[in-house]
């Protein structure tokens, strides 16, 4: 079983250190880590460090680095484009996504999402989308933490298509399968993915005019929770980042 993954920025240069805070709290007290037990700190960005526990507090664990190492970011980055959900959709859509390895969610205000985030409620949903990609990429072993952006209109949508290296618009009706695109090795490829509605035919006719490519997964229609995860799976494996 892979060690657990415990996140502390910047991680320590010294050969021993204390993990405290909330991190310490949950190590101690909740996953009740032991002393001689290993676990992995990350920074998130990369950084890591396998370490041993030599001392156990009442919310914090004592540590002694055995090794460190540097993981560099995956390519290509891939960036998904989540419409807005009702429900708890959205946080599942967060959560499946960071396990598959997203490098950045971007939430997105579509003309038929029933959820609306306006003032302190988007701030709140905000703020619950980014503590479960964070607990996400903890549960997966990820020292890359996703990025889960500032909620994005269909014009801030369009001019990210525009500058990057290809973009897929999940679509029932598009002809093209998505599993027999050829995404870029590196850049950025992002996934575009619709609200329980679905896209409507001007956001369609937008995100195409901005250099999208219109995609179908397969024969069956994905829920709007499900459907990036199962894109981006396919995007995985079309790309050196399952390999």
Same mark, same amino acid.
């Given at each position: 079983?892979?060690?657990?993954? &415990?996140?502390?920025?910047?991680v320590?240069?010294?050969?021993? &250190? ?8 949950? #190590?101690?007290?909740?996953?009740r ?35 460190? #190492? ?10 998904v ?12 859509? !967060? ?10 969610? !971007? ?58 290296? #290809? ?21 950025? !490829?992002?996934?575009?993915v ?15 005019? #901005? ?10 229609? &994905? ?20 390999s």
């Open positions: 079983m892979s060690l657990p993954v &415990f996140l502390l920025d910047p320590p240069e010294t050969a021993v &250190f204390a993990l405290d805070g909330p991190e310490g709290r949950h #190590a101690a007290t909740v996953r880590i032991r002393t001689s037990e290993r676990v992995v700190v990350t920074d998130g960005a990369g950084a890591w460090v396998t370490c041993e526990v030599c001392a156990v507090e009442r919310d914090a664990l004592e540590l002694t680095v055995l090794a460190r #190492a540097y993981e560099p970011a995956p390519a290509p980055r891939t960036v484009v989540q419409a807005l959900a009702k429900g708890d959709r959205g946080e599942l859509a !967060v959560a499946v996504l960071t396990e598959a390895g997203v490098d950045e969610i !971007v939430p997105w205000s579509a003309s038929r999402s029933v959820t609306v985030w306006r003032a302190e409620r988007g701030e709140k949903a905000l703020l619950k989308w980014r503590s479960t990609a964070r607990e996400s990429a903890k549960q997966s072993r990820r020292c890359w933490l996703p990025v889960v952006s500032a909620l994005a209109t269909t014009a801030a949508v369009c001019a990210r298509i525009s500058a990057a290296s #290809a973009a897929y618009v999940l679509h029932e009706d598009a002809t093209e399968p998505l599993a027999l695109a050829q995404p870029p090795s590196d850049g950025t !490829v992002m996934l575009i619709g609200p329980e509605g679905g896209i409507s035919p001007d956001e369609l006719a937008a995100f195409t005019a #901005a250099g999208a490519l219109p995609v179908r997964l397969g024969p069956t229609v &994905f829920r709007t929770s499900t459907a990036g995860v199962a894109a981006l799976s396919v995007l995985n494996a079309a790309t050196s980042r399952w």
